[in-house]
């Protein structure tokens, strides 16, 4: 009797073709080789569906879903919606895996039956970071509770395992265009789900090539923004309100900093504001605000 297979594969696209055939490549030779891969093409317009015919053709594995464009949030939601196996593992297309990823994963999950999902750790290909990889990144927290969560944990999704009921009752949301998946590991701790790490350095992060720095740097400000949006909305469950509110002036202070330096002086306003309520008897805040007053003024 088929069981059906271990683990659901969902691989979100949209236009990424070349990167998407690499990333399928990587799956299909996994050492763990009882798992489905649902790829959910979001409005592709650059041959991804021809592309995928004949990449699929034959694997009683694979199958495609079309659909227009609705973003990544809602194409993960229809993957996980689709998937069959216990456990779903997400991969974005620009990403590979390592042969043994997944049964490094699921093994992980094994050897801790509470855990209700997993995060391995990730190699930085192309992204002039201070590190090889995002566990030993100095800058990053682990994603394992709801106090690291509102202090800026995070991970990538394509070193993510949960399990499938968990992904279905959670979701992803389109309220975030970029930090989506970080949302969805919040609710996850917010829910009380059980998060482990596996120390294995099993995925490659890529920065496509030709992805410059200017892009780089309007992609990390955009971040920015919206991370602090997720921790001004989930505040109130942390369980040590103070260092989020030391970080929360951070963050403040931050894209304050970022805005006044690219000359956006109004929209840095309501962030100093906040930096000097959170901390009245810091003159920095005080002195970038006058600035942008005297710069408004002038103009």
């Known amino acids: 009797m088929n069981a059906g297979p271990a683990v659901s594969v969902v691989i979100p696209t949209y236009n990424r073709r070349a990167l998407l055939v690499e990333a399928v490549g990587t799956v299909r030779s996994q050492t763990q080789d009882d798992f489905e891969l649902v790829i959910v093409d979001d409005g592709s317009t650059d041959g991804t569906a021809e592309a995928l015919q004949s990449l699929i053709a034959g694997d009683p594995r694979a199958r495609v879903i079309r659909q227009s464009n609705h973003g990544t949030a809602m194409a993960r939601n229809r993957g996980v919606a689709e998937a069959r196996a216990p456990w779903v593992a997400f991969l974005d297309s620009d990403d590979l895996w390592e042969s043994e ?7 992980a999950l094994a050897d801790d039956p509470e855990a209700d999902l997993v995060v391995g750790d990730v190699a930085y290909v192309n992204q002039g970071r201070k590190a090889d990889s995002l566990f030993a990144d100095p800058d990053f927290r682990a994603p394992i509770s709801l106090d690291a969560m509102c202090l800026g944990g995070w991970a990538l999704p394509s070193a993510i ?17 970029i930090i989506e998946d970080t949302e969805f ?3 996850c701790h917010v829910d009380g789900h059980r998060c482990i790490l596996n120390p294995a350095r099993l995925v490659q992060w890529r920065r496509p090539e030709g992805e410059g720095a200017p892009a780089k740097t309007s992609e990390a400000f955009e971040i920015e923004v919206e991370m602090l949006e997720l921790m001004e909305a989930y505040r109130h469950l942390a369980p040590d309100p103070e260092a989020v ?6 963050a403040h202070r931050s894209v304050a900093k970022s805005l006044s330096r690219s000359g956006q002086f109004r929209e840095a306003r309501p962030h100093l504001r906040a930096c000097m309520r959170a901390r009245p008897a810091r003159l920095g805040p005080r002195l970038l605000y006058l600035r942008g007053l005297f710069s408004i003024h002038r103009s």
């Open 245 to 250: 509110a030391r970080r929360l002036y951070a």
């Open 101 to 107: 990823y997944l049964a490094s994963q699921l093994c």
């Open 185 to 187: 590991l919040l609710r």
């Open 161 to 177: 395992v949960v399990r499938t009921e968990i992904a279905r009752a959670i979701g992803f949301t389109n309220t975030y265009r």
